[in-house]
């Protein structure tokens, strides 16, 4: 019963470039199926196929086309798409997170060397909601310390230093805690 034991409609055989004979057996219509995915065929596969062969696969083509089951799009709840639905409450989010992110890489061309745990902590600070007041006071703190170090070490007076946090509300607040 599993067995196909229906006999093709026609036989042609084709020669390729290699000048190798090729036989082509066409199908009837219920052997013929819509693929998931386009596959272009070479310019010698083109230039090798009968006007029957051609017109099949244009065929196929068309019905792909039409079948709409392919370009469905099965949609999945994504936390990473929270930005597309709701872009009035995170659009502010995200321009504070490049603000942020902008001003800690400024801090770190001020201070001569990289420090990925400030921009752990500026990441931290706006983007997870879930995080707690302890982590918020200690990440806070770590970017407070770098700013003070910015001064100590006279690679920026305090006036620049505020003229600097001024797109960052974040960077503000933090700003507020320094003590001169």
Known sequence: ???DTSTTKEITFSIDADGNINKVESHKPQHDYNPQGYQPLS?????????DDASKYIE???SEIENKSLYKFNYQQDETLEFLRKPE???????????????????????????????????????NKEITSEDVEQKR???????????????????E???MCEKSTTAQNILLD???
């Open 141 to 159: 703190s770590y970017i407070r310390d770098f700013m003070v170090n910015l001064l100590k070490n006279n690679c920026i007076d305090f006036a």
């Open 1 to 3: 019963r599993l067995c």
């Open 43 to 51: 310019d010698d596969e083109l230039n090798m196929m009968s006007v």
């Open 89 to 127: 409450g995170y659009a502010k989010q995200i321009e504070e997170f490049q603000n942020l992110n902008d001003l800690m890489y400024a801090f770190e061309a001020l201070a001569g060397y990289n420090d990925d745990e400030l921009h752990e902590c500026a990441t931290e600070l706006v983007t």
């Open 161 to 163: 230093l505020t003229k």
């Open 60 to 62: 196929i083509l068309n």
């Open 178 to 180: 320094i003590k001169c």
